[in-house]
């Protein structure tokens, strides 16, 4: 109950800590994150004092019920107790997931329109809004939480800094595979002084529900002002001179154990911690206060600016929140560019791949990439001291994009699974045990000289027993080291000595059903490689059973791998000295190689209406337009109120045919009445004119078919509509169960409020569930009397479209 409370009160008073109570807590926002310090001490203090987990709560539950302070830090402190506190973990307490399916709004409400024609970025809009996406992003900022955790001594984890850049450079490579595949453009690093001409909106569903309360679209085309543009320069042109100089300066007058910072000094596999890859993270992102001076907090307060761009005070979009940041496009244009400044210093090192090399031979044929769990035949045949088939060859990999899930999706990636079934053979003489790291990759084959297009598979230990010269590997997709792993799947893992259950970073990893990039309609080809490291160097150790040990690391160990993150791949590479491109390296090494396989995706959310073009037969009155673009610029909470739309003009109103259940009474009667309702502007009445209802064209925002006028008191065209509500004049039509229908009008006041009630129909922009307001009870026998029988048959989830 505590994560889910609501207050019920939007007001802008200041909580004890500071924070405005109807005000969306920020993790990004420096003050907020110091204040929320406050009270995640409390509740760890209690928790410590007391070691009783029901008092804990308790506490917890009254400190909330006090509205002292604001919910969603309590719910944020909460979240950060669940995740870190032994007694919460040794009472098996987690976050809990937000698993509701999507109500009835998703697909038509969200007003999708098939992938055809020029790419658009809200064809990417299934996988920035993925539920376990945007969980796994939400969950690895509360394990890996900017100004550290109660009761340990740093404010950060073991190599944060570098975690934090890897963690987001892999989003990135996975953010531009996925795009290729659509046919978009790499995504673009944000400059200080562009403006996003598209914006942000999540949809309706996400918008009426309560849990999203203060969180708004973000709008198209502001600016950031100048004092911020200017602030960012400063703080970036310090960044590249520390990077220059390899000198990090801490505060003015920090604690004399807070030395300057030499970059490049400290980059021994002995103590990657104090390596310069984890102190640029940590300027970068800001991850402790102590060269804020300097620095600022260039990252967080990045995320900050574009949460509040176009907001009232007490509001803030996607942005400002690791719970919902990635849904919005401009995060990765943000992280882009923090990517790329990184990248800069990046620039500057080398990854060496000459020395260290275990001796083992892996090959192009030693790798299969595979949906069966058992590989072919002949696959294991040895004869002497070299393999005696080479014949193989990957599967091809099938994706599927489908009709979403969960709540706030807006579709679904999955992938069949697979295995990677590997060979290997020692190079030399038998008689010493050989300790292994395999670490697995791919990359669309097109970008393989690309070193940050290259996405982590899994990573994982092999031992080579010391009087065998070769071996077979077989290794299963929810093995990977990247994933959030299912519980179910630990047990048969290779490396289960290795393993232990630590709950709270259970959560913690990438969802494996978007493991794989989508690929193309028609196959898409790409490259896996496998690179074989010592792994007595390594020290690839203890692993969670079922968090990431790639992006989680291991709960009060070390980061469970001693090289740079991404490595090979986290800087320029050189084989004895010598600069290589990626595939150059993989051809001169014996433990480094590559092959190709295909990924291919089928999507299923528009039947067979994908490849198709949508005929422009629209538009009943503005032929030239060929699509209705949707804006959800009613999708406003309207739960308990109404709310100013502040629009006017021509609106397309959807009524989703899965809602029209029994039309008996529409066939016996042979027309149907629309009742309209809603308050102007100043709880006044509004206009409305040129009204007509056809049926919509497949999954289309145009329509087809018969165009029916309707009209008002008699036959007039155009009504005044009285905030009580009117009646339409008959309309000779029948409905069709499971047939969408459009009802498409001029809207003449400028602004309207519209609300809907839960038992009968109409215009209806609340959460389609329904929750009849009291003040607007509407006269249901009225009703009846009308459009018999008609109560919950024909139910209108409204979402307002307007043309573009
Ligand atoms: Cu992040």
Known sequence: DILFWQANDDSQEEDECGIAHGKVFSEFDDEHLQKSSNVIEQIFLKADESFDIIDTLEFVDSLQKSRRYNRYVIQYAFEIFLTHHSLARSNKLKVPEFTDAPSGMDMSTHAMVPPVGEPEEIWMDYWRHDADFVDHHRHWHRVYRARGIPGTEADHLDRQGELFVYMHRQMLARYNAEREAWGLEPVEPWEFTDVDPLGSDAGDEFHNSDRNSGIRPRPAGLKWSMPDIRQFQVWTNNIRRAFRENIIQ??????????????????????????????????????????????????????GVFGQLGQQSGFSTYMATTAHAVRDHIFFRWHKFIDNLVEEYHQTQKTELGVDSPPVVIEENDIIISTSTHPPDGFSDWNENHWSNNNFSSDLIETTLDL??????????????????????????????????FRIFICPAQHANDRRRWIEMDKFRYILGAMETNSIITRQDVHSSVIRRFPQDAADDLEVPLARTVSGFCECGWPYNLLLPRGKADGEKYLIAVLISDNSIDSLRIRSSCGSLSYCGARDNKYPDRRQMGYPFATPISVNGQEMSVTETISSLDNFTSSAFVIKNTDRRFGDKTHHEPTSHLSDIHTDIVAWRSRSQLSLRISDEFRLSSWDGRFRLLIDGRQIIDTNAFAETGYIRLRLQGRGQGRGVYVITGVTMATRQGQTLNTSGE???????????????????????????????????????????????????????????????????????????EVNDQITHTRRNLYVVARILINN
């Not at 807070?258 to 911690?273: A, F, H, K, M, T």
């Not at 009580?724 to 169960?737: A, E, K, S, V, W």
Request: hydrophobic residues 30%.
């Open 250 to 303: 801490p505060n003015q007058g920090a604690q004399s154990a807070l030395q300057q910072i030499r970059l490049g000094e400290n980059n021994d596999l002995e103590n990657p911690s104090s390596s310069s890859a984890n102190w640029v993270g940590h300027i970068v992102e800001a991850t402790s206060g102590t060269f804020y001076d300097n620095y600022g907090s260039l990252h967080n307060s990045g995320h």
């Open 404 to 437: 979403p899930q969960r709540q706030f999706e807006w579709g679904k990636l999955s992938h069949n699974a697979f295995n990677y079934h590997l060979r290997i053979r020692r190079r030399g003489v038998t008689g010493q045990e050989l300790r292994l790291t």
């Open 707 to 781: 165009v029916y006028e309707i009209t008002f008191n008699d036959g007039e065209p155009s009504a005044t509509i009285p905030e009580t509500g009117i009646l339409t004049d008959p309309i000779q039509m029948t409905l069709i169960p499971q047939s969408d229908y459009f009802l498409t009008f001029t809207l003449q006041a400028p602004g309207v409020y519209l609300v809907g009630n839960g038992d009968t129909c109409m215009w209806r922009i609340a959460n389609p569930r329904g929750r009849a307001l009291d003040e607007m009870n509407w006269d249901v026998d």
